[in-house]
C-alpha cells in the first residue's frame, strides 16, 4: 500500500509566474528536495532554471535516464513496455472515436427543442453514457497496466532493483519532491516504473502542470481550441492517486472557454463527484488529508456553467 505525502501543492504553469519558491518556503519546508523532470525528456537535466528559483538543496532523480538505463540492460522489459505502450495507444484511438460520437450526440441533444422534463432526462442520459465511457476507459487502461506488471514485474528486475534502490536513499534524506510538467505519457510511465509512490512518506509534493495532472488519480487531456479544430477533452490514464477528487486543468488561460456554460457544465458533470479545478499562472492548492486547506487563483467548474473561486476548508468555516 502507498504511503501518502505530507501535504500536497498543486500549482499553476511556472514558466513565466512562477510562484513553487514562495510556497516551499511558506510550508517551511527546508533541507533536500527532490526534482523530477522525467516530462521533459531529453532536456532532463536542463534544470538550473528550477533549482535557481527554489534556492535550496535539490537532486535531480533523473527518471528519464534512468529508465533509458532500464531497458538498454533488460530487453525483455523494454520490449514489453513498448507493446504495452503501443495496446494503450490503440485503446486510447477507439475510445476517442466513440468519445467524439458521444460527444457531438450531446451538443445535438442540447440543441434541440423539447419540454423541459424531457429534455432534461434526454441530456442526462446523454452525459451517463459519456460518463460510462470515461469509466471503460479507464479499466482498459487499469488491465493494461495489471496485465504488464503481472507477467513481467518490474520491481523486482534487477535493473529496476537497482535504481530503485538508489531512489529510495535518495527520497529518505528528502523533505520535498518538486515535479514538473512536459510529456505526460512519459513522466507518468518514468514514476510508475520506479513505483515512486511507495517510496514517498513524509516528504510535501510540489506539483505544476502535467506533474500535477499525473499525482490526481486520472490524467485527463483538453483543449477547447486546439488549432486541428474543435477540440474533446479525454481521460488519458489513472494517475497516481497523490489527490483524490480533483481533475486538475492547467492553463485555463489558453486551453479552456471558462466563458462557454455549455463546455464548463459538460466538464463538471462527467467527473463528479471529483471538483474539475482551473489553475491559471500563479494559482495553487494546499491539500491534507483530503481536505484543501489553502487556495489562490484557482477555479472550481460547476455543473450549472460558471465557475466559483476553491474555498479552503478555514475559508469555510470547518475545523
Not at 67 to 82: M, Q
Not at 168 to 174: H, K, M, P, Q, V
Not at 190 to 197: D, K, N, S, V
Not at 282 to 301: F, N, P, W, Y
Request: aromatic residues 4%.
Amino acid at each position: 500500500m502507498s504511503r501518502r505525502p505530507r501535504d500536497v501543492v498543486l500549482l499553476g504553469a511556472q514558466r513565466f509566474d512562477e510562484t513553487l519558491g514562495t510556497l516551499v518556503r511558506r510550508l517551511e519546508v527546508s533541507g533536500l528536495i527532490a526534482t523530477i523532470t522525467a516530462g521533459w525528456r531529453e532536456r532532463e537535466n536542463e534544470d538550473d532554471d528550477l533549482r535557481e528559483h527554489l534556492e535550496c538543496e535539490t537532486i535531480n532523480l533523473q527518471l528519464y535516464k534512468r529508465a533509458n538505463e532500464v531497458f538498454a540492460r533488460d530487453g525483455e522489459l523494454a520490449k514489453a513496455h513498448r507493446a504495452k505502450q503501443a495496446t494503450l495507444h490503440h485503446k486510447q484511438d477507439f475510445y476517442r472515436i466513440r468519445l467524439e460520437h458521444e460527444l457531438a450526440a450531446n451538443h445535438v441533444i442540447r440543441q434541440r427543442w423539447a419540454p423541459p422534463d424531457v429534455l432534461e432526462q434526454e441530456e442526462g442520459a446523454s452525459v451517463e453514457a459519456i460518463r460510462s465511457l470515461d469509466a471503460y476507459h479507464l479499466v482498459q487502461c487499469r488491465r493494461t497496466h495489471a496485465e504488464f506488471e503481472a507477467a513481467l514485474a518490474p520491481s523486482q528486475r534487477p535493473a529496476v532493483m537497482e535504481h530503485r534502490e538508489q531512489l529510495a536513499e535518495i527520497l529518505s534524506r528528502c523533505q520535498g519532491i518538486a515535479i514538473a510538467g512536459g510529456h505526460v505519457a512519459s513522466l507518468l510511465n518514468r514514476i510508475r516504473l520506479f513505483g515512486l509512490t511507495e517510496l514517498i512518506a513524509g516528504q510535501t509534493v510540489f506539483a505544476w502542470s502535467g506533474g500535477g495532472m499525473v499525482v490526481c488519480e486520472r490524467v485527463v487531456l483538453f483543449h477547447d481550441a486546439p488549432p486541428q479544430g474543435r477540440g474533446a477533452a479525454e481521460v488519458l490514464d489513472e494517475g497516481l492517486g497523490l489527490v483524490a477528487n480533483i481533475v486538475m486543468l492547467p492553463q485555463p488561460e489558453t486551453r479552456l472557454r471558462l466563458n462557454d456554460p455549455e463546455r464548463v457544465s459538460l466538464l463538471a458533470r462527467r467527473f463528479d463527484p471529483a471538483l474539475g479545478l482551473a489553475f491559471p499562472a500563479g494559482a495553487h492548492v494546499i491539500v491534507r488529508d483530503g481536505q484543501v486547506i489553502g487556495s489562490s487563483g484557482v477555479q472550481h467548474l460547476l455543473a450549472n456553467g460558471t465557475c466559483e473561486p476553491v474555498q479552503s476548508a478555514t475559508d469555510r468555516g470547518e475545523p
